[in-house]
Structures are given as C-alpha cells and as structure tokens.
C-alpha cells in the first residue's frame, strides 16, 4: 500500500517532493521521485510512498521501471493474481529482478498495454509512464470498485495526480476553493459523490476508469462497470446450490487476500460480514489469526442501538480460536474531529471515520495489513433501506386520506433519545416522508439528511440564488437510469456500490486507516464474486420475506456452518460512534463556538437563526439532529483547515514530521 503523486507539463522536482512527503502516512517504509524534461518543453514526473508489504527488500523501490528504463510506474494497491500473473509473464519471455506486485504490472502493461487493467484481480490506483514511442505517455488505472483513490486535476495542458487532495494542494498552479454544488451534494448525504470532490476543479478517477493523457490530452473511459440481468430474468440454479458456490467464492476471495509479508490479522465485530472473513481465515491460517474489536464504555451506549455488543466477537473469537483485542476508547473527539478532517481531505460527516481510525491505530501495533467486511451489504442487500423499500411498497398502496393523519403524527412523534427505540424512530420517520413517492425518490430520500425545504431555510439569500438549479441527486437518478432494466432490488445494489460505497465506504476505509500506515483489504469485493451475485442469485434470495425480510439471506445459509446462531442472527449494526452523547459533552463547546451567529454569518453560506434551530432543538431533546450538527462541524473545520489555513501551514500542525517523512 501506497501513496502516488505526479506532474504532467506543471511543478518541479521540489513541487513533486512535497507531494510526496504529505503522504508520508500513506507509506513509511520508503520514498522515491522520477522525473524527465523532454526536447519540446514538457515534463514528467511521477512520486512515491511505500508500505512495503510484499518483497520488503530494496527491490520493491518506486517508482520502478522495465529493464530498459522506458516504464515507469508508481502504484498504490494489491493485486491478488499477481503471481499467476508472473508465471504466464515469464512464459513469454519476461524477467523480473523483484518478487512484488508492482512489477508485475509493468511487465503485463509491455505485454498488453492498457488491456492489462482486464486481467488484474485487486485493489490499485497507478499511474504508468510510458516513453517507448518517444513522446510521453501516461496511462492512469484505478480498480473495478474504487478501493483505492485517484484524485486528480486538469487544466489546460497540465495534470496533476495523487492518492490525497493535500498533495495536489501543493502545486502552486492549484487553489483550494469551494466547490458549491459539492456542497449541496455534501449537506443532501454527508458526503460528496464521484467523481467531484469539495474542492473546484479537483476530480477522483472513477472506479472502473482509466485514461490517458498524451499531448496535453487526458482522455477518459470505463473499462469495466456492475451489470445485472433483466427483471424478468429467470433463475434456474437452486438456493442450495447457489449457497454452496457462494460460500466457495468467497473462500477463496479471503484465502487469495491473505498473501502477505506482513502480519496480518482482522475487524471483528458482532457483525456477520466481519465474522465470516475471520471464520474462513481461521479454516486457511496455520497459526490464531489476529482479530480487532472495537467498543466504548457503557456510558456512551445508553440508547445506541448501533454500537456492536462486544461479548458476540468475543464469545466467537474463543470459538474460533482468534487472537482477539477488544479495544475499549475514550478518544478525545474534540482533539480528533480536526485531525480526521485533514486526513480525510473531504468533507465526510459520518462518525464511523473515527472508530475506523482508533481500531486501525491499535491494531497497526501488531499487524500492517487488516480484512475488512466492506461490500458485504452492497453485494447481498444488507442494510434496511433495502428492506424499507419493501415497506414502502404496501405503503403506497394504502389511501392518501389515511396516509396523511398517519404522518402528521409521526412527525410529532419525539426521538426517544436515550432509549434503545431512537434509531426506529428515525428510520420509520423516514420511510414515512419517503414511502409515498415514487421508488427511485424514495430511495433517494431515505439516504437523505437534509432535505430541499432544510436546505432552502439554511442557505444565505446569495448561495441559494446560486444553487437554486443544481439537483443534489444528479448523480443518483443518472445510475438508476443504467441499470432501469434490472428489477429495483438490484438497482438499489447498483446505486450502493457506484455511489455510497465508494464515495463513503471505501473513502473512509482507505483514509483511516492509511492514516495510520495500515493496508485494509476488502474480500468482499473480489469481482469475480460480486459478478455472480448479481447475475446468478435471484432478488428473493437476497433479501427473503416481506414483513420481517432477511436481509442478505443467501450469504447466511452459504455461512451457516461455520458461524454460530447468534451471529447468524445479529441484526445490522453500523460502524458508528455515540455523536448523540458527544454533542451533549465532549463537543458543546466545540458546536457554540463554530456554530455561533458570528462566525455562520462571516462563512456566508447560511443563515445563523437555522444552524442554531438545530442546535436548539437537539439539545431540548425535541428532535434528533445529531448528525446534521456533525455536518456543520465538520465542515467548519474542513474550510479552516484547507481554505483558511491552507495545506502548508496545516501540515506543519497536522501533517507528518520531517523524520517521519524521511525514515
């Protein structure tokens, strides 16, 4: 794992370099800088942060090239297949000096050029100098599901490209300015979708695209996307069939991810997804495999229905024979929220980025490289907006007349905050302003934490002016619209993994916890498995039943012996943190101080008497808005950090110390 930064036709080698040192984090272990001024003016330079996980001797040092020099690479990834991959390469002719992945690449990129990007099997973000023509080059890769991130900016006949947008913010051509519309987009979700990030002008690579950038050119295209059959597709193949070659599938996903030179463990929670990783690792490890399970003390539980139950992952690590460290924290969160933000680059106002963060801290003290069960849901239909929309689908067909007195109700309806009911609430008020829209707004809706009528009382005159024909959900409607023949189960899947996962999910995932200097891996996204969810299994099978539905039904008789009941049984729990009760204690202060009437109403953005409604009414308890006054936090801090302070001056506060960045 990885950091890369590089300049096309812009900067310098002191420019690359500095890209290159904000990513320390990315990768301690090593650091290397290429660069080429050609006869026409333009110039080329790639950089590089390694974490050495295969081949830890000097020969994995990037960037690296052919044995001609006219290859370079610099890379951030695994590739799984890497060395079937080697022994075909070797077949016809090529030889290797190292025995790492990346090399592997370059070797598959001379043989095949960009149509090598088919035959990888992992994670990877790279960018490939190619000078055999004799004018330049570059070939730009990032993987089917957008694991790793790709960020980069285009003007006129210069790009620049990096894992992190910090790195980018050092090109002295390139500003950090807010981008309106991804604010829209960041307070209709919490998150900015692909491919546009906070910043103007500023992109992520798509999952599943590639490009090429020749003559001051970058061309852009999708070599790979999810499909799914027709509704009306029919199914042949037995549900005990279909569980059998699951379960297959996906051992052989974990065991392929298990290749390291590293120790290795993984997440562990009272989750299914978690536990069936660590249950298949256990079948294929010839020693305990590590395992993390993170938890807070009881005080921050009281009514937090997602917080695992750390006695589940503990009861099945003792089964399984695991070594299991249960972490308990007490993080200091108004020391950690602006930290995070700077790691995170974006805006992303979801709370779980700090339990991500303090579980891949703990566990970096014994392992480099940690499995995690990100995909899971969006493979198999496991969260309940999936179920909801069943729901919902009885609720349209009750009368408008009886509908109406219904919802009025619901929405005086307090949040039972503090009780073990707030999160019901939550999601049945939800399904209740949602549920008699058409399906593909109704789904929209339900990922919604602001909604057009919050958003136009929050915004100052001049910003609402601005975005008054800017739709939030663009995005959204554009994915239904690809896969509008597949039955709505299956383009809810679609849209969970184009979107959620990779604009949240993965992002998170990957900032964490290479904030950390740990490589997670997710087995669920081998894509291979998830091309046989979602052409062979039936929707019913996915989610089974309709009052109670079970969701990812097929994934639980594919692991039913090998887990025990209670984990077969666990109900859906999120990844999360008690926001509720640190907005009440340890971030009061914090909310009165960037929230306050002043500094809203130098910000311009919105109007200081809404901000403070939902602070207001979160702290009288009439409402649940904990997550919406996360937004604001977050995003205060964001715009100080990279638009107040800028990337400089933050990463001599934020950013790694010159010996970190140097060993």
Known sequence: MCGIAGLANCGDRDVLARMTHVQAHRGPDDFGLWERRFPDGSYIGLGSRRLAILDLSADGHMPMCNEDRTVWITYNGEIYNFAELRRDLQSKGHQFSSNTDT????????????????????MFAFAICDLRSGKPELFLARDHFGVKPFYYTQRSRKLAFASEVKALLHVPEIDADLDLESLHQYLTFLWVPDPKTMFRGIYKLPAGHCATFRDGDLKIRQYWDLSFPAADTDYSRSEADLADEVRERFRHSVQQQMVSDVPLGAFLSAGLDSSSIVAMMCRAAKQPVRTYTITFPSKYRVGETTLDDPNVPARLARQLGCENQQIVVEPDVAELLPRLTWNMDEPTADPAIITAYLVCREARKQATVLLSGVGGDELFAGYRKHAAHRWASAYRKIPSMLRSPFESALDMLPGLRGTAMKGSVRLVKKMARSGSLAPEESFIRNCTYLDHSQKKSLYSAEIEDQLRASDPAARHYSAF?????????????YLDTKIFMVSLNLNYNDKMSMASSVEVRVPFLDRELAEFAAWQIPSDLKLKGFFQPATKHIFRRAMQDLLPAEVLRQPKAGFAAPVDYWLAHDLREMADDLL?????????????????????????GAEDWSMQIWQFLTLEHWMRIFLDTGVERSSEEFGPTREAATA
């Open 596 to 620: 306050s009437e002043t500094n809203i109403r130098k910000r311009g953005l919105f109007r200081p008497e809404a901000v403070r409604y939902f602070v207001d009414e979160q702290r009288s």
């Open 103 to 122: 090399e592997v690449i370059i070797h598959l990129y001379e043989q095949e050029g960009a149509d090598c990007i088919h035959r990888l099997k992992g």
């Open 481 to 493: 619209q690809t896969v509008h023949d597949a039955d709505f189960l299956n383009q809810m899947l």
